[in-house]
């Protein structure tokens, strides 16, 4: 039977059932642990068909073709732990109920996920188009599991601000593609996006910048109104437990000691002010490196201390066990010229400012450490030694990521060649954000997170995947949906599914099986690259960001 699944799932079969029709006196029952997906499947399937899908009890016996038992005409939520903690199995039974066991709550919740995309694009809406027309889940006997452990987005909210209920409903799509990590990039040169009470000037000052270059670093185009925003402890408590909710871990990011102008706007001592004047400085207008990074001093490390106190007061452990510190591309001139930076080398016996990164690095992995936290970062931390708990973000290519696997790290490869969103999906002329490699559908359906040649002992620590969404150019959610998806779709399926090596994958099927997934995509408001190029609307500018005065700048 063919049911146009993505990602693909393990197995597949009928065993020549019958399929399952919901109708207004269909309920649900779960087991204890599982009441969320109950909940999660009566707010989406049954306001997307106005079905009550009322809680426990026995239905009537249209299904069953008789007198039917007690729990026909049901969804039947279980657990049954001898099943892979995220794995699950969807069966329509006899035709009298749909049953989905987990082996754990995740897997419940996966297994939802695959009955909303069996039951058509009409359930990914938020009220029935066609009352009353029969609801009808194919005969299924499905079985399966992740790959990946860690199967992620991240998601970079400082270069444009995407408001909270776009950050829902990002979470939303994640879910419905059996994604499970949220990293969110919450600060860096362009603005500081989380409030920290102890600081108010980090969202006061740094959440907001006069200006924007518009378009990639070499574009003579700016946007002149002032762009900013930030999310208040309440926002991120919504975030964090709405994660919960849909089982997706989140990876709070605080960009340091490198991307970190926005900070330093906001309290100027925080950088190196014996070689800049720091106080003159504001929140970046522009895209690229920022040689404005932080001084190593002690009361630097006091205020990122007090920052990571609130972070971790609202990330709880259970659902952020990895706090992300950034590290990458920190330039080091000014604490080549910096007296104080200098002395910080000379009191530590460091070999050089790398060394001295090292050192900020292991200070917050030891002070992470003790608070039940893992520390992880860019695969820049790996220059100048990493301690040993800490885990990498493999960005530049996998060569990070190998030599940290290697080392014993646990890794998750993102690298930017294959598997960096903002990056163009067409070399035609009409794509309207052309920046950076061309990576089309295909070339990241055909991305593999696990490099050959790689011992199994270092591939043991390759925990997943994740694909990165940077915003320089994306300036709303449009933006960010056009470059997102349908890559996205095609990311899932490598991190969820058991494919083979990316030349036998077979894109055809994968293609064919995008063809039911778009109307999906279409209900949930998505406005993805189409498979014929850019929609009339997506190639004016106007539409998908502000007025460009020429085309965007081919950088
Ligand atoms: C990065 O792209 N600078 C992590």
């Not at 014929?532 to 539409?543: I, Y």
């Amino acid at each position: 039977m063919d049911m146009d699944l993505i990602p693909a799932p393990a197995h597949t079969g009928d065993d020549g059932r019958r399929g399952f029709l919901f109708d207004p006196s269909t309920t649900i029952t779960a087991d204890p642990g599982t009441e969320g997906t109950e909940r999660w499947l009566r707010s989406t399937l049954g306001a997307a068909f106005g079905l009550p899908l009322a809680p426990g009890g026995s239905g009537r016996a249209e299904n069953a073709g008789d007198a039917g038992d007690a729990g026909d005409n049901t969804v039947r939520l279980r657990l049954d732990p001898a099943l892979e903690p995220e794995g699950y199995r969807l069966t329509t039974g006899t035709g009298r109920h749909v049953e989905i066991t987990g082996g754990s709550p995740a897997g419940v919740f996966w297994g939802a996920q695959t009955l909303r995309q069996l039951l058509g694009p009409e359930a990914f809406r938020r009220a029935p188009v066609s009352p009353g027309a029969p609801r009808s889940v194919p005969a299924a006997d499905i079985t399966d599991h992740p790959r990946f452990p860690w199967r992620g987005m991240m998601l970079d909210v400082a270069r444009h601000f995407l408001p909270k209920d776009d950050v829902l409903r990002y979470l939303d799509l994640l879910a419905a593609h059996k994604l499970n990590v949220f990293h969110f990039h919450l600060t860096d040169d362009q603005g500081w996006r989380i409030e920290i009470k102890r600081h108010p000037r980090l969202t006061e000052v740094g959440s907001w910048r006069p200006r924007t270059k518009h378009g990639h670093r070499a574009s003579e185009l700016w946007d002149e109104t002032p762009h900013g925003g930030h999310y208040t402890q309440d926002d991120i408590r919504e975030i964090v437990a709405y994660a919960a909710e849909r089982h997706i871990r989140v990876v709070p990011e605080i960009d340091i000691p490198g991307h970190s102008q926005a900070a330093i706007a906001a309290y100027p001592e925080l950088g190196n002010a014996d070689v800049v004047d720091t106080a003159a400085l504001s929140v970046w207008d522009t895209w690229g490196i920022n040689a404005n990074v932080l001084a190593p001093t002690d009361s630097t490390l006091r205020f990122f201390e007090g920052v990571l106190e609130e972070v971790l007061d609202l990330f709880p452990a259970a659902t952020s066990p990895f706090i992300h510190i950034g590290g990458d591309e920190c330039r080091k001139e000014q604490w080549k010229d910096s007296p104080a930076a200098q002395a910080r080398i000379e009191e530590f016996g460091l070999a050089n400012e790398d060394e001295l990164q090292s050192w900020i690095i292991r200070h917050f992995d030891t002070w992470l450490t003790a608070r039940g936290r893992r520390l992880i970062g860019w695969d820049e931390i790996l220059e100048g030694g990493l301690p040993a708990g800490a885990a990498v973000s493999s960005w530049r290519g996998y060569r990070g990521g190998v030599a940290a696997a290697e080392a014993g790290h646990d890794v998750v490869m993102c690298p930017e060649q294959h598997v960096y969103l903002d990056h163009r999906q067409d070399g035609g002329p009409d794509e309207p954000m052309p920046i950076g490699f061309v990576r089309t559908l295909e070339d990241v359906y055909r991305f593999e997170p696990v490099p050959p040649g790689l011992s199994e002992e270092a591939a043991r620590h390759i925990l997943g995947t994740q694909a990165n969404v940077w915003t320089e150019v994306m300036q709303n959610r449009a933006r960010v949906d056009y470059q997102v998806f349908p890559r996205l779709a095609a990311f899932a399926e490598v991190a969820w599914s058991p494919l083979p090596a990316p030349a036998a994958r077979d894109y055809a099927d994968f293609e064919r099986r995008m063809s039911a997934h778009y109307p999906r995509l279409d209900a949930l408001g998505v406005d993805y690259r189409h498979p014929d190029g850019p929609l009339p609307r997506q190639k004016r500018p106007g539409v998908l960001g502000r007025p460009l005065d020429g085309p965007p700048p081919n950088v």
